[in-house]
């Protein structure tokens, strides 16, 4: 692909897609299983050169940038996990993007940590972010990169598992992984989804540790 040039404003230009990685703001959230979407945005930015600012109309981080010659957007919702949606629907109707060009990046209780999958459309598993997303933009057909965080010990311990710092070789190992979601991003940007799909559905980097 192209190498992305940096620009603050693309005027109102239609985005040939969206990528948004999920979290809460603040630096108390900060390397917490809940906010690898964030970091994975975080790791696309550096790789574009392109910088993230805070936008009041979008309420989110955002970064412009141009790949192959056609606008694609970052971005990292301030909204609160919960609320991902009031943000990420108003900002895909203004940048003209539908479902299969919105591509949003999270944790996933149901996959353990070193394992990432992408998936078209279909559950929510439980994601309150991903709720949010569907009931705002009123389609669920939106691509998801899911990186695996690995379940509580119990349900009551869920909040805690997701929210709580990450140390030691699961941290070391969740950042190997938001580097390999950052290429299948650019896989699907490059090739789409189902290339996507062929080529990380299968990765396991806890395994290969082992």
């Given amino acids: 692909m192209a190498a992305a040039t940096r620009r603050k404003d693309f005027g109102g230009t239609a985005a040939r897609a969206l990528i948004v990685g999920l ?18 945005v975080d790791e696309l930015a550096r790789r574009w050169s392109c910088d993230l600012r805070a936008n009041k109309r979008d309420r989110a981080v ?32 203004r940048l003209k993007v539908a479902a299969p060009d919105l591509i949003v990046v999270h944790d996933e209780l149901d996959l ?16 309150n ?11 669920d057909g939106f691509v998801r990169v899911r990186i695996g965080v690995g ?28 580097v390999v979601a950052a290429d299948a991003v650019e896989t699907i940007l490059a090739e789409g989804a189902d290339a996507a799909m ?13």
Avoid: C, W
């Avoid at 959230?29 to 906010?35: D, G, I, L, V």
């Avoid at 353990?112 to 994601?127: C, E, I």
């Fill in 129 to 139: 972010g991903l709720r949010s997303i569907k009931a705002h933009l009123h389609d």
């Fill in 151 to 178: 379940k509580p010990p119990t349900k009551a311990h869920g909040v805690d598992h997701v929210l709580r710092k990450v140390g030691g070789a699961e941290r070391s190992l969740l950042d190997e992984v938001v």
């Fill in 112 to 127: 353990p940590s070193g394992r990432l999958r992408v998936k078209v459309g279909g559950g929510l598993a439980g994601h």
């Fill in 23 to 40: 979290g809460n703001p603040g630096r108390e959230y900060e390397r917490t299983r809940h906010n690898v979407g964030f970091e994975v």
């Fill in 62 to 93: 955002v970064g412009e940038v141009r790949r192959d010659g056609e606008l694609v957007v970052l971005a990292e919702p301030q909204t609160f996990m919960n609320l991902s949606g009031e943000s990420v629907a108003p900002m895909a109707r």
């Fill in 198 to 210: 062929t080529r990380f559905n299968g990765v396991d980097l806890a395994a290969a540790e082992s």
